[in-house]
């Protein structure tokens, strides 16, 4: 039996938006608006999912851009969260980013994570967690986020995770309600495919 190939590989409209992007994001609202614009362009190109995240230094250097590529790519796994993470973990060259707490990592992310991004958050290595959006936000265009402790948040924290909610959270609500307005495809609507 021949096995598949699996490979992440962006469309070229991310390089070209990343090469026209600064070097360093000074603030928390500089690095989210990368995301939300990220968000934004995936949905203009339609090449996903209204969803963006990048995986930022303590600087405010990118390490790696993500998007949510799940219709395009035929794969549920690949969330925007998910992609930033699983490109910066090649980036680095360690699937801890962090390289055991020596380096700070954060993950911005448009929308809070969902089920799964949530789980694979503190594997990660991230040290911060910065949302735009809400859950709430999400399912009121249709998408499902699946089954999530109550209290995510002090989860992620007793992990040493900080959590940084509503950061841009109507541009970035804004985005979700454009992909609907303009016919986006809700996969997975109320946990049925």
């Known amino acids: 039996m021949q096995l598949p190939k699996f490979t992440i590989q962006l469309p070229e409209w991310v390089a070209e938006y990343i090469d026209h992007a ?29 969803f963006g995240a990048a995986v930022f230094d303590a600087d405010g250097r990118l390490i790696a851009p993500g998007i949510n590529m799940v219709t395009t790519a035929n794969c549920s796994i690949l969330h925007a969260e998910m992609v930033a993470i699983a490109l910066a973990q090649k980036v680095l060259g360690r699937f801890d980013i962090s390289d055991g707490g ?26 911060r967690l910065v949302c735009g959006a809400r859950k709430e936000d999400a399912q009121a265009i249709g998408f499902d986020e699946g089954p999530k402790l109550e209290n995510w948040t002090a989860a992620l924290l007793d ?14 609500t804004a985005v979700l309600n ?9 996969y997975n609507p109320g946990g049925k495919i």
């Open 22 to 50: 600064p070097k360093i994001f000074p603030g928390i609202e500089d690095r989210m608006d990368f995301v939300i614009e990220l968000s934004r362009k995936n949905i203009d190109h339609q090449t996903g999912g209204p």
């Open 102 to 127: 020596k380096f700070d990592f954060a993950l911005f992310a448009t929308t809070e994570p969902c089920a799964m991004c949530f789980g694979a958050i503190p594997w990660s290595g991230v040290r």
């Open 159 to 172: 992990r040493g995770i900080d959590v940084i909610q509503d950061v841009r959270r109507e541009r970035a």
């Open 178 to 186: 454009d992909y609907v307005k303009y016919g986006g495809r809700i």
